[in-house]
């Protein structure tokens, strides 16, 4: 089976421990915030409030919800290595990503709707010192502030957790892919011994000569019978006087060659070994 490498995020970390965190915590903290939310839904009719923040109580209510729901999907997938459950945690992620960002900008726009002469007499709650308006008007900012902060840092922190587990659904399915990628056996060749014959490779191998013959680096002899000069005196190759002695078991010079020429070559009669004439 093939082996698929495993993707990290925050350069050394990964990614199935990132979604085991993040599935973690979208579990818990979902949870804990959709129970809360739910209970000041119950409570509605004792302490009633405006429509508009009853209907802005009911969606965080939801989303939570879905993301504790979807937390449990993704914290199992990681445990088992599911990729349909890291799939649906990664969709349930975008999803509450787009859900939270239309929230946060329908809050932080009523935030700044509100006028601020109300929200600043609502603070001092009946006193008229200048302090008191101060330190009224500097807490709205503040708090403006730390609203739209807040909203930004976890819609970046959102977004980059769909990522990792994003990357993780697709490892799990480059390990399915593995899985089914047929395996072909390599053969391996034997080990070829080499065995040095104490010839330069451009002669012939001695496994091939004539032991009738010599070799070519045998020393050249005289000719029999005083007929001539003898080849290292300058005789003619394949002259009337060269002769060599079979019967002596010399032979003419073997070719340097590791294999015989045609017998076809150029001025060889048919039929006669080119090699001769050496």
Same mark, same amino acid.
């Given at each position: 089976m093939l082996t698929v490498e495993s993707r990290k995020f925050c350069c050394c970390l990964p990614v199935r421990l990132g979604v085991f965190i993040l599935s973690l915590l979208a579990m818990v903290g979902g949870s804990?915030?959709?129970?809360?939310?739910?209970?000041?839904?119950?409570?509605?009719?004792?302490?009633?409030?405006?429509?508009?923040?009853?209907?802005?109580?009911? @969606?965080?209510?939801? @989303?939570?919800?879905?993301?504790?729901?979807?937390?449990?999907f993704g914290f199992v997938g990681s445990l088992v290595r599911s990729r349909a459950m890291v799939t649906a945690f990664s969709?349930? @992620?975008?999803?509450?990503?787009?859900?939270?960002?239309?929230?946060?900008?329908?809050? @932080?726009?009523?935030?700044?709707?509100? +006028?601020?002469?109300? +929200?600043?007499?609502?603070?001092?709650?009946?006193?008229?010192?200048?302090?008191?308006?101060?330190?009224?008007?500097?807490?709205?900012?503040?708090?403006?502030?730390?609203?739209?902060?807040?909203? !930004?840092?976890?819609?970046?922190?959102?977004?980059?957790?769909?990522?990792? !587990?994003d990357r993780y659904s697709d490892q799990l399915e480059d390990e399915e892919m593995a899985k089914l990628a047929p395996v072909v056996p390599q053969s391996v060749n034997p080990p070829v011994t080499m065995i040095y014959n104490g010839y330069p490779q451009r002669f012939s191998y001695s496994a091939?000569?004539?032991?009738?013959?010599?070799?070519?680096?045998?020393?050249?002899?005289?000719p029999v019978h005083g007929r001539g000069k003898s080849y290292d005196e300058g005789g003619v190759v394949g002259a009337d006087n060269h002769h060599y002695d079979q019967s002596q078991g010399q032979g003419r010079p073997q070719s340097e060659y590791a294999f015989a020429l045609p017998s076809q070559a150029y001025g060889v009669q048919r039929g006669k070994d080119a090699t001769n004439l050496a």
């Open positions: 804990i915030v959709a129970a809360v939310g739910w209970i000041s839904v119950s409570q509605l009719k004792t302490y009633p409030v405006d429509i508009v923040d009853e209907i802005a109580l009911y @969606i965080h209510s939801s @989303i939570f919800t879905l993301l504790g729901v979807l937390g449990t969709v349930g @992620i975008a999803i509450h990503l787009g859900l939270s960002i239309g929230s946060g900008v329908f809050t @932080i726009y009523s935030v700044f709707k509100q +006028a601020p002469d109300n +929200a600043i007499a609502a603070c001092m709650e009946g006193k008229t010192d200048d302090e008191t308006r101060k330190i009224c008007q500097t807490g709205m900012s503040l708090v403006k502030g730390a609203i739209v902060a807040i909203y !930004v840092i976890a819609w970046l922190i959102e977004l980059y957790a769909y990522f990792i !587990v091939y000569a004539d032991s009738r013959r010599g070799t070519f680096m045998d020393p050249r002899t005289a």
